[in-house]
């Protein structure tokens, strides 16, 4: 039977490009519903973070922030910031960059990330925030 | 009733990094077939235009177009353009990297946005365009 | 009929922000089981290659190679090569950028891309690899 389910989770960041493996969450979830052919649409709403993968370690995790402070860096003049003062100009055009949604395949109900590949949500906005993403499964159930 | 439906929007740009906020089309296309959970294929053709989100605010747009000037350059040297001398090489780059697909969940029958995110389309061509932006619903009708 | 199936490609690349047309490969793919109207999500395990569309012509293959050496160097200190000592660090903050992940629509069974606008892999990892590309189809076959 085909299907279209949306569910959400709730995710606690610090902000300041904080770097979060949902891995395991999607997986739970694509386990839930007895999905197994199709495909994981995750979403992120809001225009201050965004979504991608990586070999979730340390080392990289350091070296996308740096990467992030040096490209798009947080203390430079933004127009955002002059109208809304809110500081936060560099998290928007960095997530606007790396989009805020991304589609992973599922076959025989297994998520087809290579092994050293997580998904992250990146929060770059300059507070704490908590989070909802939107987790949307579409495809043939069991 | 699961559904796959294309349809298309016309937009016209003045090219030139033009920024176009195309939610309220998007929003509309939503309604016209009663569709009440799925997702929302956005896509461009063409390779000198792309689609991400932002809050659709003149400081942003503003910062957007400064930041992509300063990224990837208009006026640099392009091997594109000493071959096809069409002086858009800094346009293919950008949407290379921007990429000319989004997708966006809907549940019931509205798209999962953060109150101050807009779906955009940027033309990064150094000409006016006409562009025809693909909408593809997939899920459930009503 | 509404289906989803899970179909791969083989690619081998000669890494160093290799970049490989495979759109004749998925149009191929698409011709193959009879799909009329949807999506095609192409995604690649891994975390050192990513997925976007291009003019795929010489020119524009140098200028993206120098970008991506511009913007983010191989050669540059890494804390991911300080850890593991392949490297490639710089092949995997390209590819977080970047992303693993494209979807293009399909209508009448013809791939809605632009006559200029090509899909491509771009491999960054730091020697040759042997690429595994999920190709998923998604939508009504005839």
Redesign the interface.
Known sequence: M?K???KSLEIDTNGFTDIIDITPHLRKILKEDNYK???M?V?V???TAAL????Y????Q???KE?FEE??PMNKR???????HDGN?YA??RS??????????F?EARL???T??QVILIDFDNRRRNRTI?V?L???TQ
């Not at 991608?52 to 070999?55: A, D, I, K, L, P």
């Not at 370690?57 to 990289?60: M, Q, R, S, V, Y």
């Not at 933004?78 to 809304?84: L, P, R, V």
């Not at 606007?96 to 395949?105: D, F, Q, R, V």
């Open positions: 085909i279209f389910l949306t052919e199709g495909q649409l979403f709403p809001g225009s991608t993968t990586v070999e370690e340390p080392g990289l350091t070296d996308l990467f490209w798009i933004y127009h955002h910031n002059e109208a809304w100009g928007h055009v606007s960059m790396l989009k805020p949604s991304l589609t992973i395949p076959h087809l990330l290579g050293w590949q939107v949307q579409a495809g043939e």
